[in-house]
């Protein structure tokens, strides 16, 4: 086994027993349990995105903030983060229209300000994006384009049969099963190129660690 597959395949792995400590996490989490028992409310949609949507907004920015302080010896991560924020600057629009679709309006919704877990995730992915060649935002992209690829079509088609609500009115969680499919490819290829180095794995796996447990809280601080 050469240094990069053997490389790449202890990363995964160890990704891999990231992701499942925060599904366990997950299924603690009270809307999700909520959702998973056939009990959730529309309120708790609507708060769900309420509390999503500050924390989205942020998502491109930091994107931003981390392509710009990839050196030209980083250019392909650079490149990927620049494509990566031009597909993410309009997704708090969709959760807008979600969220006036199901009664709620925009003016209470722009007024909103984070939770406590969305104070902390954003604060720590501006933080993380401003550090020299920040390769372990490679582990928070695994965790949070993860979420989309492989939970969010679930809980959207869950919410439907619970509350009876209409394409259009889950637009934001159908949408991010393909699109976050198609970022978590790249970010496969990515991670298998030979690019990350052992000590960058042990930065990509710690912030992936990082990043599961504060997107989990910011579930958790919906009912708070």
Same mark, same amino acid.
């Given at each position: 086994m050469t240094d990069t597959v053997a490389t790449s395949t202890d990363l995964f792995e160890r990704l891999a027993d990231v992701w499942v400590g925060l599904e366990e996490r997950l299924a603690e989490v009270?809307?999700?349990?909520r959702l998973e028992d056939g009990t959730v409310t529309l309120e708790d949609y609507r708060l769900l995105l309420f509390n999503l949507r500050q924390q989205v907004v942020d998502g491109s920015p930091w994107i931003s903030r981390a392509a710009s302080n990839f050196d030209v010896a980083h250019f392909e991560l650079r490149s990927a983060a620049i494509r990566h924020a031009e !597909?993410?600057?309009?997704? #708090?629009?969709?959760?807008?229209?979600? #969220?006036?679709?199901?009664?709620?309006?925009?003016?209470?919704?722009?007024?909103?300000?984070?939770?406590?877990?969305? !104070?902390?995730?954003?604060? +720590?992915?501006?933080? #993380?994006?401003? &550090?020299?060649?920040?390769?372990?935002?490679?582990?928070?992209?695994?965790?949070?384009?993860?979420?989309? $690829?492989? @939970? $969010?079509?679930?809980?959207? $088609?869950?919410?439907?049969?619970?509350?009876?609500?209409? *394409?259009?009115?889950?637009?934001?969680? &159908? #949408?991010?099963q393909d699109a976050d499919a198609q970022h978590t490819g790249g970010l496969e290829a990515i991670l298998t190129?030979?690019?990350?180095? *052992?000590? *960058?794995?042990?930065?990509?796996?710690?912030?992936?660690?990082?990043? $599961? @447990?504060? +997107?989990?809280?910011?579930?958790?601080?919906?009912?708070?």
């Amino acid at each position: 086994m050469t240094d990069t597959v053997a490389t790449s395949t202890d990363l995964f792995e160890r990704l891999a027993d990231v992701w499942v400590g925060l599904e366990e996490r997950l299924a603690e989490v009270p809307v999700l349990a909520r959702l998973e028992d056939g009990t959730v409310t529309l309120e708790d949609y609507r708060l769900l995105l309420f509390n999503l949507r500050q924390q989205v907004v942020d998502g491109s920015p930091w994107i931003s903030r981390a392509a710009s302080n990839f050196d030209v010896a980083h250019f392909e991560l650079r490149s990927a983060a620049i494509r990566h924020a031009e !597909e993410e600057h309009r997704d #708090y629009l969709m959760i807008e229209r979600d #969220y006036v679709a199901i009664g709620g309006t925009l003016e209470e919704l722009r007024a909103g300000r984070k939770n406590v877990g969305s !104070e902390a995730l954003s604060g +720590y992915m501006f933080h #993380y994006a401003g &550090r020299p060649n920040p390769v372990g935002l490679l582990g928070a992209m695994f965790i949070i384009e993860g979420l989309g $690829a492989r @939970r $969010a079509a679930g809980w959207a $088609a869950r919410f439907q049969e619970v509350l009876g609500l209409a *394409d259009n009115q889950v637009h934001f969680l &159908r #949408y991010h099963q393909d699109a976050d499919a198609q970022h978590t490819g790249g970010l496969e290829a990515i991670l298998t190129s030979g690019i990350v180095g *052992d000590d *960058d794995a042990d930065e990509i796996v710690r912030c992936a660690e990082v990043v $599961a @447990r504060l +997107y989990a809280l910011q579930l958790e601080e919906i009912d708070r």
